[in-house]
């Protein structure tokens, strides 16, 4: 790029910049203020920026700060009159009392207001009315204001009323804020406000770490209720003096925000900024502008100024996505192998190659080459032949799968490649891989060595420009650090079919050697109770399919089952078993009857070496007629010994979880529902057990944080039993976690997850697990050539056309476009989503371009009047002019499938429900419904900023399990956007589709569809 392309000021305004450069002077004459109710706490921005992140008001249980009541945003009343917005509640705590809470704001105005009354006696603790200032835009703001009494270091008293400004890139920021006590109980402290610091609560969502004012009264007197009532009304005005040209200072903080996330994830991309002298005079600038600095204030200057900055910022974004497209090398392998080398060539998969074993391998020698020709049969539509020969048929190119040494091929191919393969080189469930343009050699230490080359194999395979399948040629010289590497799964949650998908495409290709098989109570068939089934449990032939699956793609057993706690489901069917909650009485004879008629049927299916007997989070037990005069710890450690003898007798060892053997008091990283936790749910003392245990028990240890070093693995490896790492979904909880497992000789690592068990599922588990289980530390973290969820939602698919020889038709939407990709003015009911140009999808390439695996044409802005998209919305959606229907888009052609390439608004986040549907129909007259469904086949392009649980912003990658990430990039403001390419497969291909409608089912939602592009997929022969 020439740096004098950045300082050009006489160059004329093309299209793009003189639409946003009229925005810009036009000023904000509909700037105000929108509240968003659609999450659990209030969100007020100002003119598309985010002013107040969170309010929240709730009432606290005695002694304690769990919630009691608490604003409930999903019953606020909403009103207009006058020009004037309000939200509204008036309610009765549950506890003794009562509050009326409203907000109504018009233009640069906003005023909250809070009264509650307790009664005498009020079964509350504390009454908190907090609100949260937005972190982005007050960090770098200048406060003015009462310095105040300060407290704390947390904590600065502000008094019953007073003023403070906050002056920010959007204008300066007025509070009034006022506290005042209608009905004072005897000893009541004067009403105050104070201003929190809650950066360090790393505790609360992201959202809330920042500045907040603060109402907190205790409504306890010395530990007991207070005798007389209490009323007190808060009061909070919110002014706001927009800054003169409003738009171009907001842009100019988001693009600000754009180029440093640009800076941050390409490498190329922060050299371009750090040392070119236009881009660093650009961001200088822009800086200049969002500081209030800026020559030309009060002229045009400063709008053409951002404005033109907008556009080289676009351009410049714009090839930064496209290069990383054209450097992206996606030849590797999971897990890397210890040594691999690429060369030159490949090896195509055509008509003459061939599959060649062994003349006289046994069934299990095959598993490899059947699970190579069943991927290649139903992935990419190519049939290979297995032959059973020594050597290669004449004529053919052969991939030869065997034993190091086992045959006269095997030893040739071996010369050949001065590689030497014995059981002892290079050991237990090692391979070599060997890929030429003339063959492909796996020769494996033994059997689980050549499957595991054959997996490699399988994640090389791809097609070339020509349409061919092809593998890289490549040298690949592989075995395992660690001996035990398992995955959970959870059996009878969903389809049979989902789960041995996951089976062969993630577990066993990822080279995992294990399975443990989380059996439900009620989630199958137990033909010795089946009292306690439930409706949609899997019989136990289907789990046997399973089972028989696994098995054939070279996996141990370990089936799973909770003996102790998490029984809710059991509890409520058995309440004769039941001791508390979901806890199981393990003092009655009848309880371990009936486990071990469970296990016992579990281990005829299985037929494992290893049972897992679970014994986790077991909440308050020794407190039923049966167990309070025994200890807690003995209670545990003598239904755990039982079930260990009883496992023993059949010759099977036993596995189990830690953490009640460990007290939360000493291990306060060890998990996060270890024994006497000081929280009270699991406050019982069952720790001592740990000295009362057999030690030939395989400890697992289950610790999710992201620490550098888990002692609890040391701790029990001291007492005498074997352990294993046991990780969740975290990136540095399984990279730390295998490295200590390994450092300290651990048996392995068991990837823990609960897939299959909700809509969470590809967000549940990690591929992290199998890579750091095989080659702990390597690769490190920043240098892993993929993304683990991304490999999760790969193996997940099932077979569909596109992946198969195909004809992509591309389908011209553009009679039924209503929606532009861009937005150049926020609230005006026009542009993409109406929240501005920072927020748009100006970046999406447009034409005809490949995204994901497929080619797609996306409508030029020039073309059909600017309009890009077809938008459909919900009618409570604030941004106007989207219908809730459009029909007729016309497609007149067969397919066997379609792909749609589509997203939604960020309301959509919080239902995993369908909100709206595609309907074909056909020439004939017949139609056929298309349910789109978040966190199936549809996400938001732009995802939440916070979440309340790690688990929401895991589930919020953009990976679901029917869609494809097909496009990933960026808007101007610096987030990660993304869109999806969902196919639909046709059950009716002979049919011709004659037109499509894209409508919203669920209409109250504040949410918008957006189908961006649209391909028909028709096949070809192989």
Not at 254 to 266: F, I, P, S, V, Y
Not at 603 to 611: A, L, Q, S, Y
Not at 650 to 656: A, E, F, H, L, N
Not at 704 to 721: S, T, V
Request: hydrophobic share 40%.
């Amino acid at each position: 790029m020439n740096r004098n392309d950045y300082n050009r000021s006489t160059k004329p305004a093309g299209p793009a910049l003189g639409l946003l450069l009229s925005v810009l002077i036009s000023g904000s004459a509909l700037a105000g203020f929108d509240v968003d109710t659609s999450s659990a706490m209030p969100v007020v921005s100002y003119d598309g920026v985010e002013v107040i992140s969170a309010v929240e008001l709730y009432f606290t249980r005695p002694g304690s700060w769990k919630k009691a009541d608490e604003l409930d945003t999903c019953k606020l009343r909403v009103s207009q009159a006058g020009g004037m917005s309000r939200l509204s509640q008036k309610a009765d705590t549950k506890s003794g009392g009562s509050y009326e809470w409203e907000m109504e704001w018009q233009e640069n105005r906003l005023h909250m207001r809070l009264r509650y009354a307790l009664e005498p006696g009020a079964k509350i603790g504390h009454v908190i009315n907090e609100i949260y200032l937005a972190w982005p835009l007050v960090k770098g703001a200048t406060r003015t204001g009462p310095k105040g009494a300060a407290k704390s270091d947390e904590f600065q008293t502000l008094g019953p009323a007073h003023t403070i400004s906050f002056e920010t890139y959007i204008g300066r920021l007025d509070w009034t804020l006022s506290a005042r006590v209608e009905k004072p109980a005897a000893g009541q402290p004067p009403a105050q406000w104070r201003l929190r610091d809650t950066r360090s609560h790393t505790y609360r969502p992201r959202r809330c770490r920042t500045h907040s004012f603060i109402s907190s009264v205790n409504v306890r007197e010395a530990g007991r209720a207070r005798e007389s009532g209490l009323i007190q009304e808060l009061d909070v005005t919110l002014a706001i003096t927009p800054r003169p040209h409003l738009d171009a200072s907001v842009l100019a903080n988001g693009l600000l925000e754009a180029l440093d996330a640009a800076a941050k994830r390409w490498p190329n991309a922060a050299s371009t900024l750090e040392s070119d002298a236009g881009w660093q005079n650009l961001r200088e600038n822009l800086r200049a502008v969002v500081a209030g600095t800026a020559s030309g204030r009060n002229g045009n200057g400063v709008p053409r100024l951002v404005a033109d900055a907008a556009v080289k910022t676009e351009a410049f974004l714009k090839q930064c996505l496209a290069d990383a497209v054209r450097a992206k090398d996606d030849v590797f392998v999971i897990p890397k192998p210890q040594r691999m080398v690429r060369r030159e060539g490949s090896f195509v998969l055509g008509p003459d190659a061939v599959i060649v074993l062994p003349k006289a391998a046994r069934k299990e020698e095959g598993r490899g080459a059947n699970a190579l020709v069943e991927e290649l049969a139903q992935y990419y539509g190519v049939a290979l032949p297995i032959v059973r020969a020594d050597e290669a048929p004449a004529g053919k190119r052969c991939i030869a799968i065997g034993r190091g040494g086992q045959t006269a091929l095997i030893r040739r191919l071996c010369r050949e490649e001065a590689v030497e393969i014995t059981p002892e080189k290079p050991g237990p469930e090692g391979y070599a891989l060997h890929v030429r343009p003339d063959y492909v050699l796996i020769a494996g230490s033994d059997d689980h060595g050549a499957f595991y080359g054959v997996q490699s194999l399988i994640q090389l395979l791809r097609r070339d420009d020509a349409g061919r399948l092809v593998a890289p040629s490549v040298k690949i010289l592989d075995w395992p650090q660690m001996k035990l590497r398992a995955m959970m799964m959870m059996a009878g949650r969903h389809g049979a079919e989902s789960q041995k998908r996951a089976i062969r495409r993630i577990i066993a290709r990822y080279k995992l050697n294990t399975l443990l098989y989380a059996l439900g109570w009620g989630d199958i068939n137990w033909t010795s109770h089946p009292e306690i089934t439930k409706e949609h449990a899997w019989s136990r032939e289907t789990l046997q399919e399973c089972v028989d699956v696994a098995r054939e793609h070279n996996l141990e057993i370990v089936p799973y089952l909770q003996t102790a706690g998490h029984s809710k489901w059991l509890t409520e069917k058995r309440p004769d078993l039941a001791e508390k909650w979901s806890a199981l009485c393990l003092s009655n004879p009848d309880t371990f009857r009936f486990v071990t008629d469970v296990v016992g049927e579990a281990i005829e299916i299985c037929k494992p070496k290893i049972f897992h007997i679970a014994c986790d989070e077991v909440a308050q037990i020794g407190i039923c007629d049966r167990c309070r005069n025994t200890p807690a710890a003995d209670l545990y450690a003598g239904h755990v010994t039982r079930l260990h003898d009883w496992l023993a007798e059949r010759g099977i060892k036993t596995m189990m979880w830690h953490d009640m053997l460990l007290s939360a008091k000493d291990w306060p990283n060890a998990s996060a529902h270890s024994a006497m936790n000081p929280e009270g749910a699991y406050a019982v003392a069952t720790h001592p057990a740990a000295e009362k245990l057999p030690r030939d028990i395989i400890m697992g240890v289950w610790i999710y944080g992201e620490h550098n070093d888990y002692p609890a693995l040391r701790h029990f490896q001291k007492l005498g039993y074997p352990v294993v790492a046991c990780p969740w979904y975290k990136d540095k909880n399984n990279y730390f976690f295998a490295s200590c497992a390994h450092k300290a000789g651990a048996l392995g690592v068991v990837g823990t997850t609960w897939m299959f068990s909700s809509h969470q599922e590809l967000s549940m588990m990690s591929v992290l697990t199998a890579e750091y289980a095989w080659t702990p530390d390597v690769p490190k973290l920043e240098d892993l050539p993929y993304r683990s969820v991304e490999r999760m939602q790969y193996g997940m698919f099932a077979p569909r056309p596109s992946s198969k020889p195909h004809r992509a038709v591309l389908i011209d939407i553009r009679p039924s476009c209503n929606r532009t990709l861009r937005d150049p003015k926020a609230n005006d009911g026009r542009g993409w989503t109406d929240q501005g140009p920072l927020y748009d999808m100006r970046l999406l390439p447009e034409g005809k371009n490949r995204f994901g695996r497929l080619a797609f044409e996306i409508v030029p802005a020039a073309a059909g009047s600017g309009r890009q998209c077809i938008g459909v919305g919900g009618k409570d959606i604030r941004r106007a002019g989207l219908p809730a229907e459009v029909s007729g888009i016309r497609l007149d052609t067969r397919a066997a499938s379609l792909v749609f390439l589509h997203t939604a608004s960020t309301d959509t986040y919080l239902y995993a429900k369908p909100i709206a549907e595609y309907v074909v129909h056909y020439a004939d007259g017949t139609e056929k419904v298309v349910a789109l469904r978040t966190y199936r086949n549809i996400v938001a392009s732009r995802k939440p900023q916070d979440y309340t649980r790690p688990h929401d912003e895991a589930r919020n990658s953009g990976y679901i399990l029917e869609a494809e990430r097909a496009w990933v990039g960026l808007n101007l403001a610096g987030d990660e956007i993304d869109v999806q390419a969902y196919e639909w497969v046709n059950p009716y291909p002979e049919k011709t589709i004659a037109t499509l409608d894209l409508r919203m089912t669920d209409h109250n939602q504040q949410a918008a569809v957006f189908l961006l592009a649209l391909t028909a997929v028709q096949r070809q022969n192989p």
